[in-house]
Nanobody, 123 residues
């Protein structure tokens, strides 16, 4: 199977930035569309951003658009999420996800999940 390991989470003040990384192993990374999800206490896990296999197509949830930037480096088997202008409502556990698709498909199952990394934004 595929293993996904998130890193880069932490505590930051509102308006600050964090860069999350997701390191993949066990499967051919470039065969998967990748995404970021997050889950705050008491809330459902929600979609944040996704990127196609080669990085040509990118999608963001409305709240992330203009502040977050998803990217991937297939040579390093790594996906990133640059988060700027962070807000307290961004506080959540952020999860890396892999989908065996050329492009991210909201109607298809996520094949692999990481364990998550905590992002806390203080006011």
């Amino acid at each position: 199977q595929m293993q996904l390991v998130e890193s880069g989470g932490g505590l930051v003040q509102a308006g600050g930035s964090l860069r999350l990384s997701c390191a993949a192993s066990g499967r051919t990374f470039s065969s998967y569309a990748m995404g970021w999800f997050r889950q705050a206490p008491g809330k459902e896990r929600e979609f944040v951003a996704a990127i196609s296999r080669r990085g040509g197509s990118i999608y963001y949830t409305k709240s992330a658009k203009g502040r977050f930037a998803i990217s991937r480096d297939n040579a390093k088997n790594t996906m990133y999420l640059q988060m700027n202008s962070l807000k307290p409502e961004d506080t959540a556990v952020y999860y890396c996800a892999a989908q065996f698709s050329s492009n991210w498909n909201r109607d298809e199952v996520v094949n692999y999940w990481g364990q998550g990394t905590q992002v806390t934004v203080s006011s």
